[in-house]
DNA sequence: CTGAAAGCGCTTACAG
DNA sequence: CTGAAAGCGCTTACAG
């Protein structure tokens, strides 16, 4: 099919435009448009009825340009190393929709931007004026990450990050409780009269939320005279591939263990597939529960019990908290209460 | 925790700082940022110099505001109505990840926004100069949106549309060629030895995919002498929650049929749940096929056969053509050819 | 309550 | 190859 005629394009309205016709000063349709107290109601009406008129629009750049304000908060997605195209981390999809929702509640507009770990993001998006701040979100090293989150600070640039509230980090978090995440699968799993728990996900300081949540697991089983062995956990990134990877090994290891905490919803669909090819069965051989609460953990086979972060109210803080540093009012950090959600996967 | 003190906001240097700092006028700095032939090797490189060192970086509105371009595309999400908060359809948060991808990669920003079908949104983005062009997504009466996308056409608005390509159609589309989507699925489910085939979701103009979906399928029947019967069809938006009742009212009929074609993943799920629920074996006594190709596909019980979109080629072709659109280059609609992913769920 | 005027930070003819 | 100057479309003191 071809291109179809398309209209020419008529030259956009100003506010010029809307002046002539409403019989006023450019200066009060900028007023009428900006809600300025301070005009006659009559003046206001024909000014309104002008902009309907020409079906107007303020010019976001001139209007930008001359407050220093772009009404924009762009969300900055990390992901290191680059993963397979299609397939982001379902998690932060989730976050992104609800992110997308709590901007427009507040009349902002959202830029979203994928980084790459290693790329010079730290001092684009704010310092060119695309955006009044930034919402940062991803996975990845904690350690490569933290001194970019302190070169923001100093430049000022304002910004919150998903991720856990940690002593003396850079900048304001709104995170979920791992710790306490951790030992909600740990209290679930002994309840099920699990006692050796296997972790699939990196358990380090590179990785601070997951070694949370192990840590959380282990307290709980402590709770009891139980606890986590070392030898019971396999490092994994957040990817299905990866957790199944990671069970394999466990598997390989030879040392007995009826249950598994893995790091996030990915890794144990992973692991999930890997037990199953190994004849061992969900939940009577190997209790599952995974982290993220993502949707797909529903549809597994059997379904997965998981540890709900709640990605609709975690989007509302960030962008109210990051609003509240763009206005200069005074913000703080935010840790959330995860649930656990049970099913057939932990014998629930 | 406090909020931790904040650096003072250095005042952003302008190109005028640059200019000063480099020994050269304002206007010779821009022409180095906007990559202009016309400038001296040397002094080329004093000016870059003083941009590392100020770290300086183009205000975007100014720019934009000169050049009358954004440098921007807004991908508008329709919704219609409001669907629980947390659950995004995910055969578009797919989409979304990957126009996300293909814009960085063409080196344009992407602002994206949600939509009610009613919201007064077709002539806001690009009136307001916020972005160059526009990508519509989402699922909704196409009867309703039709006079819409007339209006962006009448005003000169650069739009794509992810949709099928009909006929006069107003303005530009990509989308999967649904009718052989549905024929994969129907030549499929006839390969197994299935002769009655429900289909859940809607099947009128309002809902072209969906229809072309059924008419596929339909026509696949009538190679091999068989038909849809419309006693067997149900209307169901993408929604889990409408394909469990769906399929709750296609057991309630009474009608025998030993497989289910979907119009959607999420329609598919929710039927396999009553399917269950029902007592009926999956695939053994109704094999189901899905459409969307989603990634919890994979993972549900059994695993759902489904007929893929590729959703990385569609946001890069959605992209490029709009590019070429914004760029008054010639463009054209284009239809993507879907492939089919057998799993258990049709006893493949 | 309203208008005239300055200025936000760029880009790009125009002149040299 | 470079600079001086106009102007993109707004917002907001300032004066009345």
């Known amino acids: 099919m071809q291109s179809p005629t398309r209209a020419k394009k008529k030259t956009k309205a100003t506010s010029m435009d809307i002046a002539h016709r409403a019989g006023v000063s450019q200066a009060t349709v900028s007023r009428v448009l900006r809600g300025s107290p301070l005009v006659n109601a009559e003046t206001r009406r024909r000014v309104e009825e002008a902009v309907k008129e020409l079906n107007y629009k303020v010019d976001r750049h001139a209007s930008s340009l001359r407050t220093q304000r772009s009404g924009t908060l762009a969300l900055l997605l990390f992901e290191d190393p680059t993963p397979d195209d299609s397939h982001i981390n379902p998690f932060f999809l989730s976050m992104l929709g609800s992110i997308t929702r709590a901007c427009a509640r507040h009349g902002h507009d959202l830029l979203v931007s994928f980084q790459q770990l290693s790329d010079d993001w730290h001092a684009d998006y704010e310092d060119s004026m695309k955006a009044d701040g930034l919402i940062l979100l991803g996975y990845g090293d904690y350690l490569a990450y933290e001194s970019k989150l302190a070169h923001l600070v100093a430049q000022g640039t304002h910004f919150v990050r998903w991720g856990p509230v940690l002593q003396g980090q850079p900048g304001i978090s709104i995170g979920c409780d791992n710790a306490e995440g951790g030992a909600l699968a740990g209290r679930h799993l002994v309840a ?10 990196d358990a380090s300081t590179h990785f601070p939320e997951f070694f949370a949540r192990y840590c959380g697991c282990d307290a709980a089983l402590r709770e009891v005279g139980l606890r986590m062995n070392p030898a019971l956990q396999v490092d994994a990134d957040s990817t299905e591939q990866a957790g199944y990877e990671a069970a394999q090994v466990l ?19 992973g692991a999930m597939h890997a037990l199953k090819e190994a004849g061992l069965r969900i939940p009577e051989d190997v209790a599952v529960v995974g982290f993220d609460g993502t949707p797909m953990a529903r549809f597994s086979n059997p379904p997965l019990s998981t540890v709900v972060q709640d990605t609709s109210k975690a989007g509302e803080l960030l962008v109210d908290t990051l609003l ?23 014998g629930g």
């Open 192 to 201: 099920q009269g699990r006692k050796k728990v296997a972790f699939l996900g």
């Open 251 to 269: 598997i390989a290891r030879g040392l007995p263990f009826d249950a598994i905490f893995a790091a996030s919803d990915l890794i144990a669909l």
């Open 324 to 346: 509240q540093l763009v206005r200069d009012q005074p913000a703080q950090s935010i840790t959330m209460a995860p649930t656990l959600q049970v099913r057939a996967s932990s």
